[in-house]
């Protein structure tokens, strides 16, 4: 199993940016496909990007062509480049591996309209 630690959350204001980060414990991160999920009070958490062992991406298309997933498995860590944010964008952000495993505590975005 791979142990996840989310951070770089915070509050900014609509228009801003912020990147996350993804930090994987274990030397076999480089194996998964990793995802980026967010989740807000009440609702079911949505996948917002993937990217897989050769780096191909996916996104959902609320965030498409506003979010960059990167990873560098050199360091074990997923990152989400988040542009243009947007109200709606406010969740708590988790990453996990794919297929998922356990959740870790994951990192609170705030945008401010």
């Known amino acids: 199993q791979v142990q996840l630690v989310e951070s770089g959350g915070g509050l900014v204001q609509a228009g801003g940016s912020l990147r996350l980060s993804c930090a994987a414990s274990g030397s076999i991160f480089s194996r998964y496909a990793m995802d980026w999920y967010r989740q807000v009070p009440g609702k079911q958490r949505e996948l917002v990007a993937r990217i897989g062992l050769s780096r191909q991406t996916i996104y959902a298309g609320s965030v498409k062509g506003r979010f960059t997933i990167s990873r560098d498995n050199a360091k074990n860590t997923v990152y989400l480049q988040m542009d243009s944010l947007r109200p709606e964008d406010t969740a708590v952000y988790y990453c996990?591996?794919?297929?998922?495993?356990?959740w870790g505590q994951g990192t609170q975005v705030f945008v401010s309209s």
């Open positions: 996990n591996t794919f297929p998922p495993g356990p």
